[in-house]
């Protein structure tokens, strides 16, 4: 690696996220000098948490001990069908705080965990909100109102993103996003979620499960950018759980009530009507933005898009010292593994002669909904518009998992797609699953699509039994053939 004496630091990773982090200790293995800066702005609720980013502290990790506590929940609910004598199994109810309680405390070990890690690594890092001065030079704006200027040969900007809040009276005063929600202080009771992302699918879900009343307000679609036909199992799947849809509304007014509840004023789009209803939590999952205000990017004149970075395919934005990784580059998908391996691989290029990019297709991700969906490559959509109808196939199954036959759970929704090319050797473009373990069961099968699977090899495969993961290998029915694909 190149030493740069006339720098403070030979890399300022911006942002102690996934994308930062990954950047910083990977920088810090190949010799690397590396200052570490990272500043979390309090929710308008005033909730704040400490180094690790979204993932760590507001994202992935609380949102999946929350669906596990809601899994568990349920599985309570089976074990009376395997044999378990349950005394008053009505009267098991979820303790929202002690809940609470056990999530911040992994989180607070965790952001422990972070800190010790780049003490030892001898990585600064410093608690403070930075900007640019210039394209080598960074401020750092600490709590107590102090600043400190230091400069970076390289600056890598990983600063990730924040909820949005509707433009609406009420709305910061009264609503919370998924930044509040995980150290809530008290339960949740009837909840309006409006959102028709992720976010507000796996929150919606966990609530459900855990017994509370819940609505989820849609302004147009769900999941705009999903397979549509994976998109409407899944919301058939939640509705069947018993959450609400109000679908196509759109919010216009939160105000409290004397009685402490929420009265939200909201709209049918469609039909320009206007209604109310009271809720105890009114939940904002309206998108996320990235969160540029603070940085001062104007100073250098970095170029963005939809309040992204712009970066190449070496995530170098258009000034040369300057990179981006993780949720704030544009076109990227917003998730954790994309944000760790999008800067590591950035530190190797930058600091050990490495060429080794990163390549964005086929990232598998998963929908911790109670009912799991999962999914790597293309969506049927996707895969029509490049190759045509009559070029791909479509293979289907709604199959059985063995799990749901003792307490009769609903199977309706348990459904595997698989997308492939006709010609070229039948080569996997897809592959959608809904059901139990769903992450668990795509990474494996993620890996086989990057060493181009095909059809062949695919339904080659020897399943393992009792496995749900074993129905991809025996998706074999075709949407073509008109068959009933109930396994
Ligand atoms: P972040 O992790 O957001 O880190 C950016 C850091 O920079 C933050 O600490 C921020 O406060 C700090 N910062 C901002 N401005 C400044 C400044 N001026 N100075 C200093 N510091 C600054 N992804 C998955 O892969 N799987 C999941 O299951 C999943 N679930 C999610 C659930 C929820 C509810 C949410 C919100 C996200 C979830 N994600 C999930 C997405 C995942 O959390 C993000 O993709 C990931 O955290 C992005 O990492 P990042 O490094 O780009 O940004």
């Known amino acids: 690696m190149t030493i740069i004496p006339q720098f403070d630091f030979d890399i300022i990773v911006i942002g102690g996220g996934s994308g930062g982090l990954a950047c910083a200790k990977e920088a810090n293995e190949l ?15 005033n909730n704040s948490w400490g180094i690790g980013g979204t993932c760590v ?18 599985a309570i609910h089976d074990a009376t069908f395997y044999g378990w004598q349950i005394p008053n199994e009505e009267d098991i109810t979820l303790n929202w705080k002690n809940l609470i309680t056990e999530v911040q405390n992994q989180i607070k070990s965790t952001n422990w965990v972070i800190r010790v890690e780049l003490r030892t690594k001898n990585i600064k890092y410093i608690n403070g909100k930075a900007s640019f001065i210039d394209s080598h030079t960074i ?12 400069t970076g040969h390289y600056i890598v900007v990983a600063v990730g993103l924040r909820p949005l809040y509707p433009n609406i009276p009420g709305a910061r005063e009264y609503g919370i996003t998924s930044d509040d ?11 309006l979620i409006v959102g028709a992302g992720y976010i507000s699918m796996e929150c919606a879900g966990f609530l459900r499960l855990f017994g509370f009343d819940i609505t989820i307000m849609v302004r ?44 939200v004023k909201y709209e049918n789009v469609k039909l320009h009507k206007m209604e109310t209803d009271t809720f105890d939590t009114v939940i904002w999952a309206t998108g996320r933005k990235g969160d540029l205000e603070d940085l001062n990017i104007e100073a250098v004149n970095l170029k963005t898009n939809d309040n992204l970075l712009v970066v190449n395919d070496e995530e170098r934005t258009n000034v040369e010292n300057i990179y981006a990784v993780g949720d704030i ?5 917003q998730l954790t593994p994309v944000a760790v391996m999008a800067g590591r691989f950035l530190a190797q290029r930058l600091f050990s002669h490495s060429s080794h990019k990163l390549n964005y297709e086929n990232v598998a991700s998963t929908l911790f909904t109670p009912l799991e969906y ?29 799990e749901f036959s003792l307490p009769e759970k609903v199977v309706e929704f348990c459904y595997i797609k698989i997308i492939s090319q006709r010609e070229n050797q039948k080569s996997i473009l897809g592959i959608h699953y809904v059901g139990p373990n769903a992450g668990n069961v795509m ?11 095909n059809a062949d090899i695919l339904f080659n495969t020897v399943g393992v039994n009792v496995t749900n993961a074993q129905e991809i290998t025996r998706t074999y029915i075709t949407k073509r053939s008109g068959l009933d694909p109930t396994s």
């Open 329 to 333: 580059t544009k076109g990227r998908p």
């Open 31 to 45: 010799g690397a000098k590396v200052l570490c800066i990272d500043y979390v702005k309090p929710t308008p609720k």
């Open 181 to 191: 929600l995980f150290s809530w202080p008290k339960p949740p009771g009837k909840t």
């Open 443 to 453: 990474q494996g099968f993620s890996v086989a699509l990057n060493c181009g699977l």
């Open 139 to 150: 401020r750092v704006k600490m709590k107590d109102g102090s600043e400190v200027k230091y």
């Open 57 to 74: 502290n507001v994202g992935c990790i609380p949102k999946k001990l929350m669906h596990e506590a809601a899994l568990l929940g349920d």
């Open 374 to 402: 999962a999914f790597v490559g293309m969506s049927e959509e996707t895969a029509i518009q490049k190759y045509g109808e009559e070029n791909i196939e479509v293979y289907h199954n709604n199959y059985s998992p063995l």
């Open 220 to 263: 147009e679609k769900v999941f705009r950018n999903f397979d549509q036909q994976m998109a409407n199992i899944i919301t058939d799947s939640l509705k069947e759980r018993g959450i609400k849809f109000l679908m196509p509304y759109q919010p216009l007014e939160v105000k409290q009530l004397e009685t402490g509840h929420l009265l």
